[in-house]
């Protein structure tokens, strides 16, 4: 399981803002499979996967595009987009992003306004390149849906339908960041490159949550408070050297390097009493008044101003070398990260550190890759990677704090196969990895491991033109393998399904240039809310359909794109999912219609 917190931002951990990100300001997504620790060693929880974001910098031809969209039932946006380069040799580059968007979510008095600025300054010279990307993103929520926290009962409610919020007005988040990062490449000769990069982001969030407890089948709940007030920041570095050589008939290519990443977190909090929760109902929320919040006895913290409650500092020195024989068809790559870990805990009231965990060690990355033709790869791996833990949920006596530091193994063999119209792969993997769940006394740690073993089949490509299709499925075992007692040894992992399936399809509509159909099919297992798996999340199947039309103005000068859509076509009605703990159930969207406009001059 990825956090969404971890991807990285041109490379870099800890730079980019925490659970949304605008992906207005954003170029590319690359998302890297399997044995990738070794390369992002600063980042958390992506030891099977890494997702990284690269923003937009200016192209060659100078752009400018404005735009607006509409999602039901009343968002409103506007988007600029503007770019172009400098110079006698266009080496300048300069372009700037910015979105407003405010309005009601589908879901009834769920009201949210996304305000982002972002600038990206690039020189590309003949040896010399640098970039200096800067953001501001600012994200509000009024009356959104946060979960439906089944703790006290032993089974899965339905959920409530699709225009119901279960929510409070009175609840609301504010989500503001400013980030930015520095990027420079050096070639020191045709086969060697020197790299560096820096980034930070303070991030501070501040909220008034509200989650309905389900007290019985009828939907009958109480409506619980918690204030949030979290100030975070961080930074992130790396700089190393790349290049390849020959010895003999082997090739090499090598990267020695060096990234880090310190974060310090600050959060303090103020919730209501048990006793004090109003009533309400997650089929027939009619609205209740906010219960009072206290910070426990300053159990929370000085809610106005918090002292530091974590620190964690991540840091790696990378030695890889990929050999290459055969004219490069049998290729052997062995590596390893020193990594160290150092977690640091604070009490919230005092400021004195409450727990300290230290580890470092070496970690290796070994993998061979074979290719008996050009079309077809074979390749198995073995990869290791210390990551942080992540931080105990709201559910949790110690929340906020993190669990501690894990060390997960992941072990890959697959194969991928590229035909020009056609292409596809298939990997089968194993990961080992502790685990985290809430004890009797409701703290949230390391408590467990778990064993995810699975197969993931993917297949792309244009087998008719104008019809081009993306596929895969994953079939996965989550497994407990040590949990404490060995009670529920052998059962499925928390909000974990066992299959999941996608289908994406565009097709290109004749005799009408430039009008596109496209469509998407999501497929989710079955999955489970609790470690005992009494509690099951029904599967679910949803269904995006839309339409995309560019058409050329002014002489072929300028160019327009609509495009409309409707996701969830069927308004399908389901639980998405389980937070780790098992806590809270997640419902997920309905149907919602999206238009956008965009003309580029």
Do not use: C
């Amino acid at each position: 399981k990825f956090d969404g917190d971890d991807m990285t931002f041109g490379g870099l951990s800890g730079v980019l803002p925490r659970q949304v990100v605008d992906a207005q300001m954003v170029d590319r997504i690359e998302i890297f499979k399997g044995a990738n620790s070794l390369m992002n060693g600063a980042a958390s929880s992506g030891v099977g996967g890494m997702i990284n974001l690269e923003p937009k910098h200016a192209g060659a031809t100078p752009q400018a595009k404005v735009g607006v969209d509409y999602t039901s039932d009343s968002q409103i946006g506007t988007t600029l987009d503007a770019g172009r380069r400098f110079g006698d040799n266009d080496q300048f580059g300069a372009r700037v992003n910015v979105v407003h968007r405010e309005g009601e979510a589908p879901v009834a008095n769920d009201r949210r306004r996304t305000t982002l600025l972002s600038t990206g300054l690039d020189y590309a010279g003949d040896d010399f390149r640098t970039s200096v990307d800067l953001g501001y993103q600012k994200k509000t929520f009024h009356g959104s849906e946060t979960g439906v926290n089944i703790s006290g009962v032993d089974f899965v409610p339905e959920p409530p339908k699709n225009d119901r919020n279960y929510s409070q007005k009175w609840a609301y988040s504010n989500i503001e960041n400013e980030f930015g990062m520095w990027r420079s490449e050096y070639d020191i000769s045709d086969n060697w490159t020197a790299y560096t990069g820096l980034g930070a982001q303070h991030a501070h969030e501040e909220g008034l949550y509200s989650g309905a407890k389900l007290v019985d089948k009828s939907g009958k709940a109480t409506a619980s408070r918690l204030d949030t007030n979290r100030i975070s920041d961080s930074v992130s570095g790396m700089a190393g050297i790349r290049g390849n050589f020959a010895t003999g008939f082997v090739t090499h290519k090598v990267n020695v390097g060096y990234s880090a990443m310190t974060k310090n977190e600050k959060i303090a909090w103020k919730m209501s009493a048990a006793k004090d929760n109003p009533v309400t109902n997650i089929y027939h929320n009619t609205g209740v008044d906010a219960p009072p919040s206290t910070n426990s006895n300053g159990a929370g913290g000085n809610y106005s101003d918090p002292l530091t409650s974590g620190r964690t500092r991540t840091q790696g020195w990378l030695l890889s070398d990929t050999l290459g024989v055969l004219d490069d068809t049998l290729l052997f790559t062995a590596g390893a990260r020193h990594q160290k870990v150092v977690v640091r805990n604070y009490d919230k009231v005092t400021g004195l550190q409450s727990d300290a965990y230290d580890d470092s060690r070496w970690m290796p990355t070994y993998g061979v890759v074979y290719k008996p033709w050009q079309v077809l790869s074979l390749y198995a791996n073995h990869t290791e990677a210390l990551q942080p833990g992540s931080n105990a949920p709201t559910s949790a006596a110690n929340y906020g704090e993190s669990v501690g530091i894990i060390h997960s193994k992941q072990n890959e063999v697959g194969m991928k196969a590229d035909f020009g119209r056609i292409g596809g792969s298939l990997a089968l993997f194993e990961i080992k990895m502790p685990s985290a769940f809430l004890d009797s006394q409701k703290r949230y740690g390391l408590n467990g491991e778990q064993r995810n073993r699975g197969v993931e089949f993917n297949v792309f490509g244009e087998p008719l033109y104008g019809l081009r299709l993306n596929a895969s499925a994953t079939w996965l075992k989550a497994e407990l393998s040590k949990t404490k007692d060995g009670v529920n040894d052998g059962k499925t992992a928390i909000g974990v399904p066992g299959f999941y399936a996608v289908l994406g399809a565009e097709y290109d509509i004749k005799p009408i240039d430039g009008l596109t159909a496209t469509a998407r099919l999501n497929h989710s297992g079955s999955q489970y809310a609790d470690q005992a798996n009494s509690k099951k999340i029904d599967s679910f199947t949803t269904l995006d359909l839309g339409v995309r039309y560019r058409l050329a103005l002014n002489e072929n000068q300028n160019q327009m794109t609509v495009r409309a859509g409707v996701d969830n076509v069927t308004d399908e009605n389901y639980w998405s999912g389980a937070d780790d703990s098992g806590t809270y159930l997640f419902r997920g969207e309905p149907r919602t219609f999206k238009v956008s406009v965009g003309y580029e001059f």
